[in-house]
């Protein structure tokens, strides 16, 4: 799978939009882009996927570049209970069996008042 | 209901002891997982089973051995604990369909003195 690299940590204000940078210039593909949070003292979280077209859920939406080699997460409407770290992860999907997320640093976001 | 529950959410025990931690999804996928995040907060995978069935085995000491009695638990059993084994364990699942949209648990906090 191939590698992501995301800022270490970023600041963002109660209500504003987060957007959440990722780089992945080595994606192949068949590969697609996760984005998981992991809130303190919880288990990780899926928010959302993409292989190309940009989507969007209830969580958040997802912008990836023409090139793919780059994608952002975009959380419209920040909150305090948005505070965590964000993973960028590239795996190619829909395999039965085998998937084994490989999971980074990721992006520790403190949502602020 | 909690889609994916493991017990117990901490444990305390000594140096050389035998212990085990229970997972169950009522979610009904055929894929369970087993991850371990050590102090340094990265999150690796151990073990994966496809329904019942072990898929994936990372470099895990021979003392880590999963069980899946079905598809809907897969129980951990630990021997000899070291102190190094001290991590928060996490329990997951995910869909046939797909793979790497991963629910996962609440983790199990092992701590070895």
């Known amino acids: 799978d191939a590698k992501t690299t995301q800022p270490t940590s970023m600041d963002c204000a109660e209500g504003r939009a987060a957007n959440l940078p990722c780089n992945h210039s080595?994606?192949?593909?068949?590969?697609?882009v996760y984005w998981y949070r992991q809130i303190h003292s919880q288990g990780p979280q899926y928010i959302i996927h993409?292989?190309?077209n940009n989507e969007t859920n209830e969580m958040a939406s997802l912008i990836i570049t023409e090139d793919r080699k780059s994608s952002t997460l975009i959380l419209p409407h920040a909150t305090l209970r948005d505070t965590a770290v964000y993973y960028c992860?590239?795996?190619?999907?829909?395999?039965?069996?085998?998937?084994?997320?490989?999971f980074g640093g990721g992006t520790r976001v403190l949502v602020k008042p | 209901d909690t889609a994916v529950s493991q017990t117990p959410k901490y444990l305390v025990t000594q140096m050389g002891n035998d212990k085990s931690i229970k997972c169950e999804q009522n979610?009904?996928?055929?894929?369970m997982y087993w991850y371990k995040q050590d102090s340094k907060k990265f999150l690796k995978i151990m073990f994966s089973?496809?329904?019942?069935?072990?898929?994936i085995n990372e470099t895990v000491p021979n003392r880590f051995s999963p069980k899946s009695p079905d598809k809907a638990h897969l129980n951990l059993h630990i021997n000899s604990l070291e102190l190094g084994d001290s991590a928060v364990y996490f329990c997951?699942?995910?869909?046939?369909?797909?793979?790497?949209?991963?629910?996962f648990g609440e983790g199990s906090w092992l701590t070895v003195v």
């Open positions: 997951a699942s995910s869909p046939r369909d797909r793979g790497n949209t991963i629910y």
């Open positions: 993409g292989l190309k």
């Open positions: 080595t994606i192949s593909g068949n590969e697609y």
């Open positions: 992860i590239v795996s190619s999907t829909f395999k039965a069996a085998g998937n084994k997320l490989t």
């Open positions: 089973y496809n329904n019942k069935e072990l898929i």
């Open positions: 979610l009904g996928h055929d894929t």
